[in-house]
């Protein structure tokens, strides 16, 4: 149980251009989804927190209207990264909460999209 | 402000043999939960373990274990029997109340046959 996708698994899209990145949970519903920005041999670095049916809230130093999140359902979330430039390639992780009483904070990971802007 | 430092940017074990990463956190909270997770070449993260600041009873799954010491916030994960696919980066996390899981900067665990 607990899975969570993200699609695509890997883009590539020419500078100027937009691209959405899905995150589905598959067999729960969450309230909250996080996405993860990872560069290579980094840690994990949080862009947003994501609450189904309200606005994200966005880390310091993320711009909001370059990186579009859309929680429109318990199940979906959505990152469209706009006017895409090449520093935007990296490797874009989403997570979602369970939230259960007996575990509340543990986050289910999706595998992942690798962004290359050219 | 809540960090985690995870001091050992790489390490390296024998097949079969045991091996502990070390992670430290800075909080002034006293509930709050703990995670190990793994990320194979593949970067899917894979929860190893997780222990509830609550608990005093370290949490242990199969050849994982934790030592985690509350008060010198401490947290360290203990791999016994070391396999190859066990060889990844490591991240603790640190996770509070309805706020984001905070990680370290990763351990990289290579494994050698």
């Known amino acids: 149980g607990a899975v969570v996708s993200q699609h695509p698994s890997w883009v590539i899209c020419k500078s100027g251009t937009s691209v959405k990145i899905e995150c589905r949970s598959l067999?729960?519903?969450?309230?909250?989804m996080f996405w993860y920005r990872q560069f290579p041999k980094q840690s994990l670095m949080l862009m947003a927190t994501?609450?189904?049916?309200?606005?994200?809230?966005?880390e310091q130093g993320v711009e909001k209207d370059k990186f579009l999140i859309n929680h429109a359902s318990l199940t979906l979330s959505t990152l469209t990264v706009t006017s895409a430039h090449p520093e935007d390639s990296s490797f874009y992780i989403c997570s979602a909460r369970l939230g259960l009483a007996e575990n509340p904070y543990e986050q289910y990971f999706g595998p992942g999209t690798r962004l290359t802007v050219t | 402000a809540q960090t985690v430092t995870q001091s050992q940017p790489e390490m390296s074990v024998q097949e079969a043999e045991t091996v502990t990463l070390s992670c430290t956190y800075d909080?002034?909270?006293?509930?709050?939960?703990l995670f190990w997770y793994k990320q194979p070449p593949s970067r899917q993260m894979i929860l190893v373990i997780r222990?509830?600041?609550?608990?005093?009873q370290n949490a242990t799954e199969n050849r994982f274990s934790v030592n985690f010491q509350k008060a010198a916030k401490s947290f360290s994960l203990k791999i016994s029997d070391s396999q190859l696919g066990d060889a990844a980066m490591y991240f603790c996390?640190?996770?509070?109340?309805?706020?984001?899981?905070?990680f370290g900067a990763g351990t990289r665990l290579t494994v050698k046959p």
């Open positions: 994501s609450n189904e049916g309200s606005k994200a809230t966005y």
């Open positions: 909080t002034s909270e006293s509930d709050y939960y």
């Open positions: 996390a640190w996770a509070y109340n309805n706020n984001d899981m905070r």
């Open positions: 067999d729960f519903q969450a309230t909250t």
């Open positions: 222990q509830e600041a609550y608990k005093q």
